[in-house]
């Protein structure tokens, strides 16, 4: 199966479009295994990033960078639509800065603040020509959908752990071949995607968040709002990172962490994140 | 281009809340921050902070520092071509980096100095000075 503009590809149609504003939609496949939250975020990030690249006549494209708050309203369930908008506050060679939000029949159910993505050559990461393709397909009759089939749940390994205080775990980034995403982020060259990095991270926060918290019959608790994300540097297949999340503090509403990831001995990213009671599911 | 010096009271002014924006961005304490010590070499910052940086400067001071200003002003009236060759930075760069990046001490201008590297010169007074830079621009287009 060709990968490209499919296993990683959240924009199904792109509805209309200004210098400062773009709207699309993606559906979720009904078939799709699994679709975390932060993909929402990546949708929303990926429309920005058409608008970016082709505001550069897809010389280049933007890649993770900074995004000062996500806030995670509704969760994102097979077969929903999701309804896609991103305003860009500017975007240069340099980079581009956006925020926008992702909702769910007319309701919203995440919104992005402040974001910030570095433009980098995109003879790196893919071929133009065809990245212009994809563009003017998603403009005009839209791509095929149905055409993400989900996202394995992230191999952690434990490696610390002080209850309630701080989990530290290692991540075990699939290999090329055992992820089809790689070849669709990107097709010339394979980097783990920093929202699935959130959604691993994310997960240590919502174990540690659990044991702080007092009562912990009291529904579910996942993460609300994740500030202060700082993507450094791309990770590659096969890589094994080391995560953290370490509590801040915590209430009877939520509980507040850092995260962190590194490899290497040197920082690839890191943020904070509020957890508290879970998002109204719709369906 | 030429432009009005900035004086050490400007910098003074603006510098605490440099400070903690810089501390904020790389995950340090602000009494990590010194004002004349690179940020690259001291505080281990790298090229996604400063875009972090210009962008939390920006919003911190309610100004706005066009991307690329910062080396665009350091090469001041001096063309690419005359400020570089093949990627080195010219003798007639070198000295106006000098004379712009007065808080650099001397020693740090090493040559051969790649102008890819450049930002290992910056340090937070640099920063302060931008926003100054910015201040102005904003005051005078008011």
Same mark, same amino acid.
């Given at each position: 199966?060709?990968?490209?503009?499919?296993?990683?590809?959240?924009?199904?149609?792109?509805?209309?479009?200004?210098?400062?504003?773009?709207?699309?939609?993606?559906?979720?496949?009904?078939?799709?295994?699994?679709?975390?939250?932060?993909?929402?975020?990546?949708?929303?990030?990926?429309?920005?990033?058409?608008?970016?690249?082709?505001?550069?006549?897809?010389?280049?494209?933007?890649?993770?960078?900074?995004?000062?708050?996500?806030?995670?309203?509704?969760?994102?369930?097979?077969?929903?639509?999701?309804?896609?908008?991103?305003?860009?506050?500017?975007?240069?060679?340099?980079?581009?800065?956006?925020?926008?939000?992702?909702?769910?029949?007319?309701?919203?159910?995440?919104?992005?603040?402040?974001?910030?993505?570095?433009?980098?050559?995109?003879?790196?990461?893919?071929?133009?020509?065809?990245?212009?393709?994809?563009?003017?397909?998603?403009?005009?009759?839209?791509?095929?959908?149905?055409?993400?089939?989900?996202?394995?749940?992230?191999?952690?390994?434990?490696?610390?752990?002080?209850?309630?205080?701080?989990?530290?775990?290692?991540?075990?980034?699939?290999?090329?071949?055992?992820?089809?995403?790689?070849?669709?982020?990107?097709?010339?060259?394979?980097?783990?995607?920093?929202?699935?990095?959130?959604?691993?991270?994310?997960?240590?926060?919502?174990?540690?968040?659990?044991?702080?918290?007092?009562?912990?019959?009291?529904?579910?608790?996942?993460?609300?709002?994740?500030?202060?994300?700082?993507?450094?540097?791309?990770?590659?297949?096969?890589?094994?990172?080391?995560?953290?999340?370490?509590?801040?503090?915590?209430?009877?509403?939520?509980?507040?962490?850092?995260?962190?990831?590194?490899?290497?001995?040197?920082?690839?990213?890191?943020?904070?994140?509020?957890?508290?009671?879970?998002?109204?599911?719709?369906? | 281009?030429?432009?009005?010096?900035?004086?050490?009271?400007?910098?003074?002014? +603006?510098?605490?809340?440099?400070?903690? &924006?810089?501390? =904020? !961005?790389? %995950?340090?304490?602000? #009494?990590?921050?010194?004002?004349?010590?690179?940020?690259?070499?001291?505080?281990?910052?790298?090229?996604?902070?400063?875009?972090?940086?210009?962008?939390?400067?920006?919003?911190?001071?309610? +100004?706005?520092?066009?991307?690329?200003? &910062?080396?665009? =002003? !350091?090469? %001041?009236?001096?063309? #690419?071509?005359?400020?570089?060759?093949?990627?080195?930075?010219?003798?007639?760069?070198?000295?106006?980096?000098?004379?712009?990046?007065?808080?650099?001490?001397?020693?740090?201008?090493?040559?051969?100095?790649?102008?890819?590297?450049?930002?290992?010169?910056?340090?937070?007074?640099?920063?302060?000075?931008?926003?100054?830079?910015?201040?102005?621009?904003?005051?005078?287009?008011?």
């Amino acid at each position: 199966m060709n990968e490209r503009f499919a296993a990683f590809s959240f924009v199904d149609r792109i509805s209309r479009r200004t210098l400062q504003h773009i709207e699309g939609q993606y559906t979720v496949p009904a078939h799709a295994t699994r679709f975390p939250a932060s993909l929402m975020a990546e949708a929303v990030g990926q429309l920005a990033a058409w608008s970016a690249m082709s505001s550069h006549d897809f010389s280049l494209r933007p890649v993770a960078g900074l995004a000062a708050r996500t806030r995670y309203l509704q969760a994102a369930c097979p077969g929903q639509t999701l309804t896609l908008e991103a305003e860009i506050v500017r975007c240069d060679a340099e980079a581009i800065a956006y925020g926008g939000r992702a909702s769910i029949g007319g309701r919203c159910a995440l919104e992005l603040d402040d974001c910030l993505g570095p433009m980098l050559p995109m003879e790196e990461f893919d071929e133009a020509q065809a990245v212009r393709r994809d563009f003017e397909m998603l403009c005009g009759p839209g791509a095929a959908a149905g055409r993400f089939g989900g996202v394995p749940v992230p191999d952690l390994e434990p490696t610390e752990h002080l209850p309630g205080r701080r989990l530290v775990a290692t991540l075990r980034v699939p290999g090329r071949d055992e992820a089809p995403f790689f070849g669709d982020h990107f097709p010339r060259r394979a980097v783990y995607p920093g929202t699935l990095l959130l959604d691993a991270l994310g997960r240590l926060a919502v174990t540690v968040a659990d044991e702080a918290r007092a009562e912990r019959d009291a529904g579910e608790w996942l993460p609300r709002t994740v500030t202060d994300v700082k993507i450094r540097t791309f990770t590659p297949p096969g890589a094994r990172l080391e995560l953290s999340a370490e509590l801040i503090d915590v209430d009877t509403h939520c509980a507040r962490l850092k995260l962190a990831a590194r490899g290497d001995g040197r920082s690839v990213a890191s943020a904070k994140i509020e957890v508290g009671a879970a998002p109204e599911v719709t369906t | 281009m030429s432009e009005q010096a900035i004086s050490q009271q400007e910098i003074d002014a +603006v510098f605490p809340k440099v400070a903690q &924006i810089i501390a =904020d !961005a790389l %995950g340090c304490d602000v #009494e990590d921050v010194k004002a004349k010590e690179s940020l690259i070499e001291g505080l281990d910052a790298e090229s996604i902070d400063f875009l972090d940086l210009v962008f939390r400067l920006e919003r911190g001071f309610g +100004v706005k520092i066009p991307r690329g200003k &910062i080396v665009e =002003d !350091a090469r %001041g009236p001096l063309s #690419e071509a005359e400020f570089e060759n093949k990627g080195i930075v010219t003798d007639a760069g070198l000295e106006r980096l000098r004379s712009f990046l007065t808080e650099v001490p001397p020693e740090r201008f090493r040559t051969p100095l790649k102008a890819a590297d450049i930002p290992r010169l910056f340090t937070p007074e640099t920063f302060c000075k931008v926003v100054v830079r910015a201040q102005r621009a904003a005051q005078a287009a008011a």
